[in-house]
């Protein structure tokens, strides 16, 4: 059956006139607003959940998610443990790389980049499915937020193949205690190369990961830290590394006892610096993992790391220039708790800063990307097409694509270009044609896209929308409306 236009705006009013959500609980436009931020973007299914729970009911059921496990977003066969993934890796790489020049050893160097493309491509798929169709919006975003703060770079060395690994260990912690993200970020193998903490030794230090995980992981780069110090802590990270061979090195009798294989991380004694240190003023006696466990403690703890934590929160949840009181008041949580996450946005996301807030923030092209899959099939999970698989990168943001260690810009000036604005609008195109398509083949009742905004539209995009001649156009004109890019 096919819907003209006219069809569709009748619809849009009959839906918000007498939509069971209306008759459970009045959703004011705030509301919409504000589930525009707790979530990626809001759709029939978040306006359901929120008019059963309320804003602090829903607000609970966020910072408290469902199980990890949802079959329905897990799709496809379970995970290669990354120890065994990396061990058969590098028994092929050394195997080709013994061969002659010829057709053998350039198939087989072909398949190892097959196979380290397919692999990225998954873990892709899997965390944009996840962002589109979980429930979970607020620990979808926090998985994008704590990807992007722990940043790796998925086009370095044999990154690729690790950065679903590297999501999955850090994703049961989104909500959860700093001290816990910090830590399995520093012993997973794909920041260890990332940041090139596998070259850093005694006697031939590398400070590459030390600077960036006071700078960029912890205290921020006015965090009173001086070159001497992350020297220092260079030192203290020393002997940390990936081995993705699996075979032990060569190590003196009097360290093997201290070598430690966990999966890929590997710590070697014999690349350890012993020497005490003074790391910020603080004596550090020589003794090998004893002395990271120490200084992970240290710069979780800090109430300098409170603070930049805190901000940076801020700046992704409500405003690109931090207000100072909800700063002091998310930095005595961060405090109080422990560096307890979910608390921490508790105060951030029930503030009447972020209730000021709402409505003023411009989507970063990852935001804006998903927001669109969202409202248009965001029901029950099904397969993106390749095409909106790659909205967020072909907007210039692609998932696990930060080449620079500082991650993605979080402020509006970044991203609200003329050419990104033409790029969404181009984007916006092709998405409406697509939702035309599936439309004709099985209409629903979600048919106006556009109609759960309606109360956020001002009247002259509606006049906009109402004027097009055709379905497909007025739903990219909604997409490319100053509404719909901010939230």
Same mark, same amino acid.
């Given at each position: 059956?096919?819907? !003209?236009?006219?069809?569709?705006? &009748? ?57 990890? %496990? ?7 066969? #379970?995970?290669? #443990? ?7 890796? *590098? ?5 080709? /790389? ?66 679903? /690994? ?33 070259? /850093? ?6 400070? /590459? ?8 992981? %912890? ?45 890929? &991380? ?54 690109? $220039? ?5 700063? *002091? ?7 109080? !708790? ?64 930060? !080449? ?38 099985? #209409? *629903? ?13 001002? *009247? $002259? ?27």
């Amino acid at each position: 059956m096919k819907r !003209t236009l006219l069809d569709l705006i &009748f619809l849009c009013i009959l839906l918000t006139v007498v939509s069971p959500v209306v008759a459970e609980t009045t959703i004011t436009a705030s509301d919409l607003m504000w589930l525009n931020r707790v979530t990626y973007g809001i759709n029939q299914q978040t306006i359901e959940a929120f008019s059963r729970l309320g804003r602090a009911g829903f607000l609970n059921a966020q910072l408290q998610p469902s199980d990890e %496990t949802r079959q329905e977003l897990n799709s496809g066969a #379970p995970e290669r #443990p990354l120890n065994d993934l990396q061990k058969e890796r *590098s028994q092929r790489r050394q195997h080709a /790389n013994t061969l002659p020049p010829g057709e053998e050893k350039s198939r087989q160097l072909i398949e190892l980049g097959l196979e380290r493309t397919q692999l990225i491509r998954q873990a892709t798929e899997l965390h944009l499915t996840r962002a589109v169709y979980s429930p979970d919006q607020l620990k979808e975003q926090l998985a994008w937020f704590w990807f992007n703060h722990f940043t790796v770079h998925g086009g370095k060395g044999d990154i690729a193949t690790m950065v679903g /690994n590297y999501e999955a260990a850090l994703r049961p912690h989104l909500l959860g205690k700093f001290k816990d993200l910090l830590r399995i970020s520093l012993h997973h193998p794909a920041m260890l190369i990332y940041l090139d903490n596998t070259q /850093n030794r005694a006697g031939k230090i590398n400070e /590459n990961y030390a600077r960036e995980l006071l700078e960029l992981h %912890t205290l921020g780069i006015d965090g009173g830290y001086t070159q001497k110090d992350v020297q220092e802590l260079a030192r203290i990270l020393t002997g940390l590394q990936a081995n993705l061979s699996g075979a032990p090195p060569k190590l003196p009798k009097d360290r093997e006892a201290e070598y430690v294989l966990d999966g890929v &991380f590997q710590y070697n004694p014999a690349h350890h610096d012993y020497g005490d240190k003074t790391f910020m003023g603080r004596s550090i006696k020589g003794r090998g993992l004893d002395e990271v466990n120490e200084i992970l403690d240290f710069l979780a703890d800090h109430p300098v790391t409170a603070r930049f934590i805190s901000r940076k929160l801020i700046e992704y949840f409500v405003a690109d $220039t931090p207000p100072a009181r909800l700063i *002091s008041a998310a930095t005595a949580t961060f405090q109080r !708790t422990q560096g307890d996450i979910a608390e921490v946005l508790r105060v951030i996301l029930d503030s009447p800063e972020m209730e000021a807030s709402l409505g003023k923030k411009f989507k970063s092209p990852f935001q804006y990307s998903i927001s669109a899959l969202r409202l248009l099939h965001g029901g029950a999970p099904s397969p993106l097409p390749p095409n909106e698989l790659r909205l967020a990168e072909q907007l210039g943001e692609p998932l696990f694509g930060r !080449t620079t260690p500082d991650g993605y810009p979080l402020v509006t000036a970044q991203w609200a270009t003329p050419a990104q604005l033409l790029g969404r609008i181009q984007s916006a195109d092709r998405l409406a044609k697509r939702w035309h398509g599936d439309m004709q083949k099985a #209409p *629903s009742s979600t048919d106006a896209p556009w109609c759960i905004y309606q109360p956020l539209l001002s *009247s $002259t995009t509606l006049q906009a929308i109402s004027s097009q001649p055709e379905p497909t156009r007025a739903v990219q004109m909604f997409l490319s409306a100053p509404a719909f890019m901010y939230r």
